[in-house]
């Protein structure tokens, strides 16, 4: 009887041990989907300062929207390959590197340098409104007849070489508040800039929509934050360092872009 009485009491001991293993770390927990973040300087986080200093002129942030995903989420690996700067040729060139049939999450932003947004905003900024206005609607023109064939190319060469990622584009905010009092810029420019702003978004959500991908509208949690709103949500023109000019803080990023990302990951 006590070779058995022995035998039941190691057993035991081996069970208690397992049962406090669990109880003092817990169960393991899954790491979230490989997670590829590309784009343009609204992705890489200009003007979030707390900037990755090996980043050099891409000006990556430690404080923007991917990385906030990566630091919540854990995934089982993570690269930012956004950059400050970027156009969809780009993205095709340079940042499509690290994609594979292992990437779960892939998220961007990009169209917006195509269609000249630091040069409409440098028109805007310094000259009349009729030379504002008439550069928005040639950037218009470039957005209704040449952004979707070019945000195509882009699209396709991410699910080429991520067939079974989850993609998510993410839009760009609106610039003003409108229709209040605001130091600056007149009412027409913050009028014609914020039109300009929704025809890329509508037009990059139905190309998006067209490839299956998910589609981040941050207008909403933008709104009520722009400039004009006295929110901190995005810079206005910002001397030094000149790239933040125009960009989401990193309270934009937290408060803006990651939620809605977080919602549609």
């Not at 125009?246 to 919602?263: D, E, F, R």
Request: hydrophobic residues 40%; charged residues 10%.
């Amino acid at each position: 009887m006590r070779p058995a009485t022995k035998s039941l009491s190691a057993i035991g001991t081996v069970i208690l041990a397992f049962v406090l293993a669990i109880v003092v770390t817990g169960p393991a927990q899954a790491a979230g989907p490989a997670y590829v973040a590309l784009g343009d300087s609204y992705s890489a986080g200009n003007g979030a300062g707390n900037y990755d200093s090996a980043s050099g002129d891409c000006h990556r942030s430690f404080s923007a929207y991917p990385y906030l995903w990566k630091n919540a989420h854990a995934p089982s690996s993570f690269s930012d390959l956004a950059c400050s700067g970027a156009v969809t040729s780009d993205v095709l060139n340079n940042q499509l590197g690290t994609l594979s049939a292992s990437t779960g999450l892939v998220t961007l932003t990009i169209g917006g340098n195509d269609a000249g947004f630091s040069d409409v905003m440098t028109t805007c900024v310094t000259g009349s409104d009729s030379s504002c206005v008439s550069r928005v609607n040639t950037a218009e023109t470039f957005v209704r007849n040449t952004l979707p064939g070019r945000l195509d190319s882009v699209y396709n060469a991410i699910r080429a070489k991520a067939p079974n990622a989850h993609v998510v584009v993410l839009g760009y905010p609106d610039m003003y508040t409108l229709n209040v009092f605001c130091v600056g810029m007149s009412a027409t420019k913050h009028q014609k800039i914020d039109e300009a702003a929704d025809l890329i978004d509508t037009t990059t959500a139905a190309r998006a929509a067209a490839h299956g991908f998910s589609f981040g509208d941050v207008r909403s949690t933008f709104h009520g934050h722009e400039l004009c709103s006295g929110g901190d949500y995005l810079h206005s023109l910002v001397i030094s360092p000149s790239f933040e000019s125009y960009h989401p803080t990193a309270t934009g990023h937290s408060a803006g872009y990651y939620p809605v990302l977080n919602s549609l990951d």
